[in-house]
């Protein structure tokens, strides 16, 4: 069941929100409603789901509202109307004491210009929300102890904030909201301040941090490289409204409108696009070791290929066979492909890198093929489509 | 010409003699308490010796600040003393902490109202302003009136020209605290209290003790003109000076109060900047 559940979400700014809403329901424009009466539209009918674990990315040009969504889903902002449920309670409804509870418990936020508290210590900053919560000090510092050995802090407990470079500063953030063992974690543009090295850097471990502990994250970026390597889904907004949602993949593969389809446009492709996402079924393949040679050859031609790819029973793939070699299996009267498979082909994992792919291309006119952990056949990638990704053409399919 | 003037000061004074004459039972016997508190507090600075006052106050000062503050102070004292108004400092020391004191005990507290409601920060503006522009001798005479003369319509008195400093600064250095740190401190469910006592005050503090020390220095200068109604001290010398044209004995006194001005205008700088250099030699 979805941890998080918005529906129908608006916000407006200003004195008039009940006129801007009528407005919007006529159907007039985010411009109009701001020239005609002078409230601003945060949110325009926002609706999304998030599951539990989930990592989910919300994009979109400055101004378009990704900072009052993520600010509503902890009530810094409160919406002018829709519902937010949390674990099957509306938070929209909450008192201040109910509300309290659950920052404590269950929601913790990163900021964008990192908000540590720069009176207290990297230690104390840490535990900021355990104490809050009532927790003893002892216990509080072991917790924040340990939040801060997860980020790579140890050692830096005494210190002021001000003594950290701006990537240990933020490390101090997500230690802080780590400390409280929430179930989400807010995180609005939380990388945006750091230069790209460390970006990639806390990337990377949050990344870790999430495949151990399998927090739900909503996490906001206009980078789109950030929004792909972190996002298992992604919302796109657009003047206070969600324009598409969708797997990194769907997002690239298919933009629902220009919009979505400039913010891919300018992305560099090599290092985004997987073997997952361009691969294609092959149009046939023969099994081991119910096939000979003799139906290998019958398929290639059929197909108008010149190898084909051989796979067991339980989908494995086996290896390559060519045509020439099946040729002469048969006028040696052969019954079996054994002799003739190409073992030593390289493949690639469902989520290599087009980059990566590339230099395996080289020089040979074989397709790649695409296996699973488990060495399950997905399917085949050709030169030609890899060249295509790389020279920008997204509708070549 | 204008035939009808609106009889406002009959009105006024009508009005005090009304409400006097109710309160003054009231408020004379419990001047007469806070007059003995700040008599004992002068007593404590004048019965010793003037080398052990001499000395804790420089070695209080040392460990508040530096020592080239408390050869200042020391100094400074020994100037006073020397010059023979050695009483009136002390007197002048002990009626301006007090003045400040309570000042500060009023004054900080609403300030801290005064940034959590704009209601109240609307309500209490104008009243600073008030306090700020009134001539002092226009409260010093109602002071009198409802306290008597002496020492504790001067410390009303202080209270009023030297409160309004310590209330606007608090309230500005608590507004001043950025909107990333008290969202911060929300988004991890801090209450109102909470965020104000851990993150606010803490981080208004720089500012908090600008008021302090304007409080101060407003409050030594009161104890001038207050010294009008029976403050002694210092004013006294001077007030003194200046009723027989005595330039030199005026002279001593003010040189007097300017030492004290500046030993506590250091005192209070160097705390405050004493207080950011702990923190930041971590
Ligand atoms: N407190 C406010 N009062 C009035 N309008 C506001 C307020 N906060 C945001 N807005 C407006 O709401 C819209 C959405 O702002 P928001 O901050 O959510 O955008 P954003 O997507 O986070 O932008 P950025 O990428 O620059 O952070 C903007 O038009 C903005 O001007
Ligand atoms: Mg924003």
Redesign the interface.
């Known amino acids: 069941m979805a941890i998080i559940k918005v529906k129908n979400l608006y916000k407006i700014y200003g004195k008039h929100p009940d006129k801007a809403l009528k407005m919007l329901e006529e159907g007039h424009s985010k411009e109009k409603i701001l020239s005609d009466i002078g409230q601003t539209v945060g949110l325009n009918n926002i609706s999304f789901e998030v599951e539990p674990g989930e990592a989910f990315v919300v994009m979109g040009l400055s101004g378009s509202g990704k900072s009052t969504l993520i600010r509503c889903l902890?009530r810094?902002i409160d919406p002018t109307s829709g519902s937010i449920i949390i674990n099957g309670k509306d938070i929209t409804k909450m008192t201040k004491k109910e509300?309290?509870?659950?920052?404590?418990?269950k929601?913790?936020?990163v900021?964008q210009?990192f908000?540590?508290?720069?009176?207290k210590?990297v230690l104390e900053n840490a535990a900021?929300?355990l104490?809050?919560?009532g927790i003893s000090q002892g216990e509080r510092e072991k917790k924040a102890y340990e939040a801060l050995e997860m980020v790579g802090l140890k050692g830096w407990e005494?210190?002021?904030p001000?003594?950290l470079s701006g990537g240990m500063q933020q490390r101090v953030g997500l230690a802080?909201a780590l400390a409280?063992e929430p179930e989400i974690l807010?995180m609005d543009e939380a990388f945006s301040a750091l230069d790209p090295l460390i970006r990639k850097e806390m990337q990377t471990e949050l990344l870790e941090l999430q495949e151990n502990m399998k927090k739900t994250i909503i996490f906001i970026t206009h980078d789109l490289d950030e929004a792909l390597r972190i996002g298992d889904r992604i919302a796109l907004m657009k003047e206070g409204e969600i324009v598409q949602v969708g797997t990194p993949e769907e997002i690239m593969m298919s933009p629902a409108t220009d919009y979505v389809k400039k913010f891919v446009e300018d992305v560099d492709r090599s290092r985004v696009l997987t073997a997952e996402m361009i691969m294609k079924k092959p149009s046939t393949v023969v099994i081991y070791p119910k096939d000979g040679p003799r139906i290998a050859l019958h398929r290639m031609e059929e197909s108008g290929i010149s190898s084909i790819f051989v796979i067991d029973k339980q989908n494995c793939l086996l290896g390559l066979v060519m045509a020439e070699d099946a040729l002469h299996a048969i006028e040696k009267n052969e019954k079996s492909l054994e002799k003739i498979i190409r073992k030593d082909i390289p493949t690639v994992l469902p989520e290599t890198l087009l980059k990566e792919m590339f230099s395996l291309l080289t020089g040979k006119n074989l397709p790649l093929a695409v296996v699973d952990d488990s060495h399950k056949f997905k399917g085949i990638v050709l030169r030609g489509t890899v060249m295509a990704k790389l020279a920008g053409g997204i509708a070549s399919d | 010409m204008i035939e009808f003037v609106i009889p406002l000061a009959d009105w006024i004074n009508a009005i005090f003699e009304e409400v006097s004459f109710y309160l003054s039972p009231v408020l004379r016997s419990s001047s007469v308490l806070l007059e003995s508190i700040i008599k004992q507090f002068e007593n404590i600075l004048i019965w010793p010796p003037e080398v052990v006052v001499m000395a804790i106050v420089g070695i209080i000062v040392w460990k508040l600040t530096n020592y080239r503050l408390a050869i200042f102070a020391v100094l400074g004292f020994l100037i006073s003393y020397s010059i023979g108004v050695w009483e009136e400092t002390m007197s002048t020391i002990a009626l301006a902490l007090s003045g400040t004191a309570v000042s500060l005990l009023f004054g900080i507290p609403l300030g801290i109202i005064a940034s959590q409601s704009n209601v109240a920060e609307r309500i209490i503006r104008p009243v600073l302003d008030f306090m700020q522009t009134l001539p002092s001798f226009v409260y010093l005479i109602p002071a009198v009136m409802f306290f008597g003369m002496g020492k504790v319509a001067a410390l009303v008195a202080t209270m009023i020209f030297a409160m309004p400093p310590a209330v606007r600064l608090t309230n500005l250095g608590i507004r001043e605290v950025s909107k990333?740190?008290v969202?911060?401190?929300?988004?991890?469910?801090?209450?109102r209290w909470?965020t104000l006592i851990?993150?606010q005050l803490?981080?208004a503090l720089p500012t908090i003790m600008a008021g302090v020390n304007q409080c101060i220095m407003m409050a030594l200068a009161m104890t001038v003109i207050a010294s009008m109604i029976g403050a002694g001290g210092l004013g006294m010398v001077v007030l003194r000076s200046m009723q027989t044209l005595d330039i030199g004995m005026g002279a001593v006194g003010g040189l007097s109060i300017v030492i004290l001005a500046i030993l506590l205008d250091r005192l209070t700088e160097n705390i405050s900047k004493k207080q950011k250099e702990q923190?930041?030699t971590?």
Do not use: C
């Not at chain 2, 969202?183 to 209450?191: L, M, N, P, R, V």
């Open positions: 902890n810094l509300l309290n509870e659950l920052r404590r418990q929601i913790s936020m900021f210009s908000a540590v508290f720069p009176h210590t900021y929300g104490k809050i919560m005494d210190f002021l001000s003594k802080r409280t807010l | 990333e740190m969202e911060a401190a929300q988004a991890f469910g801090s209450s909470q851990d993150i803490p981080l923190k930041n971590h």
